[in-house]
């Protein structure tokens, strides 16, 4: 099984300003959907979010809140599942704008 990594992406924030995991919006062991808000990450004044690269079982959490990270990290690690989808229906899960990477201001 290949696990999809959950990489902190560039944030575009001056390289001086330490960056720190916020906060996990889901646990080890958590199902995710891809596009899910995952973690949220702080930059000074500044928050973004970080989405799940894939739907699936979060299996490790590499990036625990307060510890400050860079861009590039990998912040955890998705185990990818067939038998879960996004689906049509709503379950009010936290979604974010999806794709690995991507970043919600």
């Keep these: ?18 960056i720190i995991v916020s906060h996990w919006y ?7 959907w891809e596009g899910d808000r995952l973690v949220e990450i702080s930059a000074g004044p500044l928050t973004f979010d970080v989405a799940a690269p894939a739907t699936g079982r979060l299996v490790e959490i590499r990036g625990r809140e307060d510890d400050p ?15 879960q989808d996004g689906g049509d229906g709503d379950s009010g899960r936290n ?7 991507d970043v919600t201001r």
């Design 1 to 18: 099984m290949r696990l999809a990594a959950v990489i902190l992406p560039e944030l575009g924030t001056d390289p001086g300003m330490p």
């Design 26 to 32: 889901a646990g080890r062991g958590d199902d995710v």
């Design 69 to 83: 990270v860079t861009p590039g990290s990998i912040l955890g690690y998705v185990a990818p599942s067939e038998e």
């Design 95 to 101: 979604r974010g704008t999806g794709g690995q990477g």
